[in-house]
């Protein structure tokens, strides 16, 4: 299976930004055990903090993966356009948060990739991108 993790704005502090709400490992050292957990499974990795990088992203792989997961960060709340890519494309998207945006401020509680996500995983720290793998394989 060839899936891609797709980090959105700021997530390329995750270690340490605001550890309280995101913890204190970096993603890259996530993604390490991840992809030993999952060797069987071609994991590949994207970040930026630019938003038409990430549409760019999602039309390349949108029609050839497998499958895409999906933390747009900030732009969950505010990107029609990352929304639409999610729609546009055919690879199914997994939208995951790291920390229940629903337990924080009303304006992380409006997301515009879930109505065009297969699902949604959020609240498990970095577990969130596991489970996210895990629905893909079973
Ligand atoms: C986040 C939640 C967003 O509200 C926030 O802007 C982020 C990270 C999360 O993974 O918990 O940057 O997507």
């Known amino acids: 299976k060839q899936l891609i993790i797709i980090n959105g704005p700021n997530l390329n502090l995750l270690g340490k930004r605001e550890?309280?709400?995101y913890g204190s490992q970096t993603?890259?050292?996530y993604l390490e055990?991840?992809?030993?957990k999952y060797n069987t499974v071609n994991?590949?990795?994207f970040q930026s903090n630019i938003e038409g990088e990430l549409i760019d992203k999602l039309q390349e792989v949108g029609f050839n993966y497998d499958g895409i997961i999906l933390?747009?960060?900030a732009y969950t709340h505010t990107s029609v356009g990352i929304g639409d890519a999610v729609k546009a494309i055919q690879t199914p998207v997994v939208e995951v948060h790291i920390s229940n945006t629903f337990s924080r401020e009303e304006f992380r509680h409006q997301?515009?990739?879930s109505p065009n996500a297969k699902g949604v995983i959020l609240g498990f720290g970095l577990k969130s991108y596991d489970l996210a793998i895990e629905s893909f394989i079973f």
Request: aromatic share 16%.
């Open 43 to 45: 994991l590949e990795y």
């Open 19 to 21: 550890p309280e709400i």
């Open 33 to 36: 055990v991840l992809k030993s």
């Open 71 to 73: 933390n747009a960060a």
């Open 27 to 29: 993603f890259e050292d």
């Open 111 to 113: 997301s515009y990739i």
